[in-house]
C-alpha cells in the first residue's frame, strides 16, 4: 500500500520515510514512530492500517542518521543490534526526524504521533516538546519515566504492561503520579504486547488497546 519518501529535518539531515496514503479524503494523518528494529515489517503493517482506517500514515526512518534503511527482526542478535543503533542517536536527533514527518503529512488535516518501544517514549517526549500535534499514544516506553515531569501540549494516552521485563511497575506508577491528567491504561502483557511478530504478543491486549487508541485518534484527530 506505502511507498518511501524522502524527508530532510530542519538540521539538514535527509531521511527516508515510508508513507500509506487512504482511499479518499483523509481525516487526518498519523506519524508512526519505530521500535529499534527500525522500520521493519512490523511498522509498515501498522502504517498501513492506520492508512486503512482514513489516515495518511508515516513512519519516519530516524535510524538513518546511524545506517540508512536499518531494519531487522526480533531474535537476541536483533535485539542487540538495535540497541546498538539506538546508542549512536541523540534523543533530540530522533524528535528532529520526528518533526520533519510531522510538517510532511500536516498538510492532511490534524497529526498525531504514535510509537512503539522507544518510539513509545518518542511520542510522549513528541507531545512535550514538538509543535503541529493533537494528540500522541505511547506503547510501552521505556524512557517516560525518567522524563514524567515534563507537561504535554497535547492529549496524550500511554499503553504498559504489567509483565513487562523492562518497564517496572515502579515506574509505571510513577509516571501515573506525575500524570494523573493522563489515560494510562496497564494490561497483563510483557513488553511489545502489540507487536505480532514477537514471541511477546499478546492478541487481546493488542486488541483491547488499539481500539483505545483508535477512539483516542477519531476524537482528537477525526
Known sequence: MGQTIQLTAKDGNKLGAYRADPQGKPRGAVVVIQEIFGVNHHIKSVTDRYAALGYVAIAPQVFDRGQKDFETGYDQDSMAKGREMRGKIST???????????????SAGKVAVLGYCMGGSVAFLSATRLSGLSCAVGYYGGQIAQHC?????????LHFGDQDQSIPMTDVEKIKKAQPELPIFVYHAGHGFHCDERASF????AQVAACRSQEFLLKHVG
Do not use: F, G, H
Open 149 to 157: 515531569d515534563e507537561r504535554a501540549k497535547v492529549p496524550t494516552m
Open 92 to 106: 533530540e536527533a530522533l524528535l528532529a526526524d520526528t518533526q520533519a514527518a510531522i510538517d510532511a503529512v500536516k
Open 202 to 205: 499478546n492478541a487481546e491486549a
